[in-house]
């Protein structure tokens, strides 16, 4: 059994990130008690971020809002400021497994957790954020857009831990939506995923899309779509996507079915989008 | 070992812990909750609900060491005349009975929350707890039940 360690302020945490032979933080240890169960979890140190202040809150910046890494998911759903600000956050944190994972999961152990099929990186890539890190050596930030090294790999380093999620505020006008599609059943991880945000700046108009579950890291990719109406934006949307669609056949679908499955959810994600700006 | 003290349905309990010790297991074992159930183990089932300061927990997934002062509900604890228990009584919302504790706090938590919820809304905050004798219908009559008795913890 890994030795747990419960630092008091975030020095000590970098500190005993940085000492420890084998140190894994311990964000909401949902995903962390599932795999030490399946004895799947090699680290000797856990560092729990629970005892160190200042890490759930959630604060307006002057671009949008700026969300401490230890904030309980369903807080995502559950916040006047986040639904005002970022509503396409709030509706996909909404949608990961169920409210008693929400209470406890963090928004930093989630992105940390880098499974490929996570639901809120979809709207983060979309919305534009900046993941805040810190150790010994100091303090970086990464764009969520780089955040996705490779299947199960982040951009976290050893020593490392988040300390904040920064999301650009929705712009005024757009209109976003995020569609979970699982097989399973109707709370189960999703077979396909998608996250799409509409903008409108400066007379262009842009889909922004994240994907998730249909590669080995989720995807981004924004397209111009000024001009268009409702069927060649969908078109176009479809278009984009599919060669980001690279699924990983497993016991909720095979290769065959999760890319149908992705070009609906490509599909259902901007045609709710739209209907989200013809009712505003 | 530490001692770890929590207060469990109004009563306060120092107990002894391990570091790596799940809450689902102290409430069992040392605190004598059996209405705390395991199922499946990992977050999927809700057999193992407990409200912690007054949100939900799946106790198979928590350190008992995180919760040191905590205000913990479990189902055995709720009074007699519970409206969300009697709701779920008047409505035969059980067979073996397994999983309704978490349902019941699952639904406390819901009307804390939303007190007057839609179909739609009970389904979501429900639709992570599973019962194995699908007694779904009799669980979301009662969750509208309790509702419309304005249950209260
Ligand atoms: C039943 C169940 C169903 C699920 N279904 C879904 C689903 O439908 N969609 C979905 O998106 N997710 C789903 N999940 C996964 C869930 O989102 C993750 O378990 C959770 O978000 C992980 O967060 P945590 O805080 O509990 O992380 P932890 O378990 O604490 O940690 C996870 C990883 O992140 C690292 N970490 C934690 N915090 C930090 C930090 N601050 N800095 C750096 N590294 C850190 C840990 O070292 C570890 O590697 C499900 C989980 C369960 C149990
Ligand atoms: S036993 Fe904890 S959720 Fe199933
Ligand atoms: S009543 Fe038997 S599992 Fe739900």
């Known amino acids: ?280 | 070992m530490r001692m770890l003290n929590l207060t469990v349905n109004g009563r306060v309990h120092d107990v002894p812990v391990d570091d790596n010790e799940l809450l689902l297991d102290v409430l069992r074992t040392k605190v004598g909750c059996t209405s705390v159930r395991e199922g499946c183990g990992v977050g999927a089932c809700g057999a193992c609900t407990v409200l912690v300061d007054g949100r939900s927990v799946s106790s198979c997934l928590a350190l008992a060491v995180r919760h040191d002062g905590a205000e913990i509900v479990t189902a055995d604890g709720l009074p007699g005349d519970d409206a969300v228990v009697e709701a779920f009584v008047e409505c035969g919302a059980m067979q073996c009975g397994y999983c309704i504790p978490g349902f019941v706090l699952m639904t406390h938590e819901l009307l804390a929350e939303n007190p007057q919820p839609d179909a739609e809304q009970i389904a979501a905050h429900l639709e992570g707890n599973i019962c194995r004798c699908g007694t779904y219908p009799e669980i979301c009559a009662a969750v509208t039940s309790a509702a419309a008795r304005g249950a209260r913890l």
């Open chain 1, 1 to 280: 059994m890994p030795v747990l360690h419960q630092p008091r302020d975030l020095d000590e945490a970098c500190t005993l990130l940085a000492e420890l032979d084998d140190p894994m933080v311990y964000g909401g240890g949902t995903a962390i008690q599932i795999l030490l169960k399946q004895g799947l979890l090699f680290a000797e140190n856990l560092v729990d971020l629970s005892f160190v202040p200042g890490l759930t809150a959630i604060e307006a910046t002057a671009t949008g809002i700026r969300v401490g890494a230890m904030t309980p998911l369903r807080r995502m759903e559950t916040d006047a400021q986040v639904a005002g600000v970022v509503p396409l956050a709030a509706a996909t944190y909404g949608h990961v497994a169920n409210p008693r994972v929400r209470n406890t999961a963090s928004v930093g152990g989630n992105i940390a957790h880098g499974d490929y099929r996570l639901d809120p990186p979809t709207a983060l890539l979309a919305l534009d954020a900046q993941v805040e890190l810190r150790s010994a050596h100091g303090q970086r930030r990464v764009p969520v857009r780089d955040f996705f090294v490779d299947f199960q790999l982040t951009a976290v380093e050893h020593g490392e831990l988040i300390t904040a999620i920064e999301i650009p505020a929705q712009p005024a006008g757009s209109a976003s939506s995020y569609v979970k599609l699982s097989s399973l059943g109707e709370n189960d991880w999703p077979s396909a995923s998608a996250a799409a945000l509409l903008v409108t700046e400066a007379g262009r108009r842009t889909l922004r899309l994240g994907i998730g579950a249909l590669a080995p890291i989720p995807q981004f990719v924004s397209v111009d779509v000024s001009g268009h109406d409702l069927e060649t934006t969908v078109e176009a949307a479809k278009a984009a996507a599919d060669p980001l669609i690279d699924p990983i056949p497993d016991v909720r679908g095979s290769v065959t079915y999760k890319r149908r499955l992705g070009l609906v959810a490509v599909e259902d994600a901007v045609r709710r989008a739209w209907k989200d700006q013809d009712d505003d």
